[in-house]
């Protein structure tokens, strides 16, 4: 997280769906005080391993998931670096694998294929 009330945080995304939102049931658990993030899936971040490629979707709730500043009206391709605002809250997406790398590649429970930061 780079800005909002959980600056400094950051999170692991995993292989499929990882779901954005202020419960503590979500991958990605935005709970540090900015109540315009809804408690469950507010935004969503997919790692599809056939494309290696990361997308992020709005999860269908009242208040606008942003994507570099833009609204995301429908699924989004991530890159590298890209900014994610939900709210008060900004996250930087931060890509650990991608067309030269995969963690499939060598796989373990434990690794994860992404973060937000």
């Given amino acids: 997280m780079v800005k909002g009330p959980g600056r400094g945080a950051s999170f692991c ?18 709970d540090f005080g ?7 899936n507010h935004a969503v971040v997919a790692y599809d391993s056939e494309q290696k490629k990361h997308f992020l979707g709005h999860g269908g709730k009242a208040n606008i998931v942003r ?14 670096g890209d900014q994610i605002r939900i709210g ?21 429970d434990d690794d994860f294929d992404a973060a937000l930061i």
């Fill in 67 to 80: 994507l570099n500043d833009m609204p995301v009206l429908s699924t989004e391709e991530l890159s590298h």
């Fill in 88 to 108: 008060e809250t900004t996250l930087r997406f931060v890509a650990l694998c991608g067309d030269g790398f995969d963690w499939s590649m060598t796989a373990t």
């Fill in 34 to 40: 900015d109540t315009s993030i809804s408690r469950e």
């Fill in 13 to 30: 995304l995993y292989n499929g769906l990882s779901q954005i939102g202020r419960g503590s049931d979500q991958t990605v658990c935005l």
